[in-house]
């Protein structure tokens, strides 16, 4: 593969905003990147943040409605500026899940 490309044999930026944009790419990019650790980082760490989405939404949707109402706009907001950021080969580290993704990634 070309340098700065992925196994979608797109650039390594649009590979990862794809990523953060639909949590599904970024568990496709975790098996099926084998040279670009970038690429296996962001999407490791979406899936793991879709993860905790998910989980978090379950959870406030028990609790409160109206709770998850305010919240959800928040999460999504963080998903946007992920996928920018990347997208513009800036780094994104969400705290935690991003220590996690190095750790997976390198493997």
């Given amino acids: 593969m070309a340098a700065g490309k992925s196994y ?3 650039d390594r930026n649009v590979t ?3 990523s953060w944009l639909l949590p ?3 568990l496709i990019a975790i098996f099926a990147e084998k040279e670009d650790k970038n690429v296996k980082y962001h999407g490791w760490q ?3 943040w879709a993860v905790v989405w998910f989980v978090g939404s379950t959870v406030l949707s028990v609790i409160s ?3 998850l109402g305010c919240i959800t706009p928040f ?3 963080i998903n946007i500026i992920a996928a920018i950021k990347v997208y513009k080969n800036e780094d994104f580290r969400l705290p935690v899940l991003a220590d996690f993704a190095e750790t997976q990634s390198n493997k």
């Fill in 8 to 10: 979608l044999g797109l």
């Fill in 16 to 18: 990862n905003l794809i």
């Fill in 24 to 26: 599904f790419m970024g």
């Fill in 46 to 48: 979406s899936t793991a």
């Fill in 65 to 67: 409605a109206g709770l």
């Fill in 75 to 77: 999460l999504f907001i």
